[in-house]
Nanobody
């Protein structure tokens, strides 16, 4: 079983940047697609970005394209989400998840393992 731990969230002003990390333990992330999801109050959990096991395929929500970058370091069992030009609407709990799923699949139920999440708050 995979345990995922997110970090890097916080409070930032609009236009600022944050870098989230998702570290896996228990087993390697190799072979798994990793997704970053956002859970905002009163809204459905949405896929923000996903990266394939080898890093060759990446998928982004339209709302974050050009601002967010997902990457992974399999040697460190870590996936990152670099978030630039943050907007108030980016506020939410960010969760990483792993699964044997194509990066274009945005359905949260397709992912098997989840972290607890890290809070990101963007002030205007």
């Amino acid at each position: 079983q995979v345990q995922l731990l997110e970090s890097g969230g916080g409070l930032v002003q609009a236009g600022g940047s944050l870098r989230l990390s998702c570290v896996a333990s228990g087993r390697t992330l190799t072979g798994y697609t990793i997704g970053w999801f956002r859970q905002a109050p009163g809204k459905e959990r949405e896929l923000v970005a996903a990266i394939s096991s080898g890093g060759g395929n990446r998928n982004y929500a339209d709302s974050v394209k050009g601002r967010f970058t997902i990457s992974r370091d399999n040697a460190k069992n870590t996936v990152y989400l670099q978030m630039n030009s943050l907007k108030p609407e980016d506020t939410g709990v960010y969760l990483c998840a792993s699964g044997r799923v194509a990066t274009v699949i945005s359905r949260s139920g397709a992912y098997s393992y989840w972290g607890q999440g890290t809070q990101v708050t963007v002030s205007s």
